[in-house]
């Protein structure tokens, strides 16, 4: 069952802005507390992870209970774990950077895209890192179904990442606007690569390791976001 955000390294009381890194599933979880204790350096500020559980519903409910936390109310929110890619040519262990996310609630536009696809570059050297559109579903998406969604313009898709960065937009005290938001998906599955079962097929294995490796480049986003702007 998903809980509260776990804490981990770099923490300093009292600090602004923290970051709260958002996952739906076990296996995605178990690849990013393994990566962080020889990860980079951890954001100058408190670092949370938080495992919603499966779905949309899941997701809003888990991030509005841990962004109703003291001291979350300018906390930074970024998105991640597997998702379904949908352009023909992509491969399992490809990264997405969200420009965007979208549902039927609606869309929401993300902070420093530029800067974190650099970043995952860095992390995962040799990965293709996509930006573009990332799409919501309230189900596993397969086969005619994908077409339909490239269709609309979005370059993946998965079950959590809308809810989650529409739920962070407007929790707080200045809903609508202000918090930074990002949304970093690692393919486990592409047209040409369908996917039965996470973990028991090589794109699964690839993508958790993909996943393990990229914490830094959430860390370096993280760190750019407390930088004094000009």
């Known amino acids: 069952m998903s809980g509260a955000p776990q804490r981990s390294g770099g923490e300093e009381a009292g600090n602004p802005d923290p970051l709260l890194v958002a996952c739906a599933l076990r296996i995605e979880q178990a690849a990013l507390r393994s990566a962080a204790p020889g990860a980079a350096r951890a954001p100058a500020g408190s670092y949370s992870l938080l495992r919603t559980g ?14 109703d936390r003291p001291g979350m109310d300018r906390a930074a929110v970024l998105a991640t774990g597997f998702c379904a890619g949908l352009v023909p040519g992509m491969h399992p262990g490809d990264l997405v950077v969200a420009e965007e996310t979208r549902d039927r ?3 929401v536009t993300c902070t420093g895209t530029a800067l974190l696809a650099e970043a995952l ?12 559109a990332l799409t919501g579903s309230d189900h ?4 005619q179904e994908r077409a339909q969604l490239r269709a609309t313009g979005a370059i993946a898709v998965d079950m959590e990442s809308a809810a989650t960065l529409w739920t962070a937009t407007r929790a707080g005290p200045s809903p609508g606007g202000g918090r930074p938001v990002a949304a970093v998906r690692v393919i486990v ?13 090589r794109g699964g294995i690839s993508a958790f390791r993909v996943l393990r490796a990229v914490l830094p480049a959430f860390y370096e986003w993280h760190r750019s976001l407390l ?3 000009r």
Do not use: F, K, N
């Open 54 to 67: 499966m779905g949309p519903r899941a997701a809003e409910r888990a991030v509005a209970r841990a962004l």
């Open 105 to 107: 609630q609606g869309a």
């Open 121 to 132: 570059a860095r992390a995962a050297p040799g990965r293709t890192v996509h930006t573009g």
């Open 140 to 143: 596993v998406v397969r086969g």
């Open 189 to 201: 599955d592409a047209p040409e690569h369908e996917l039965v079962r996470i973990g028991t097929v």
């Open 227 to 229: 930088l004094p702007r």
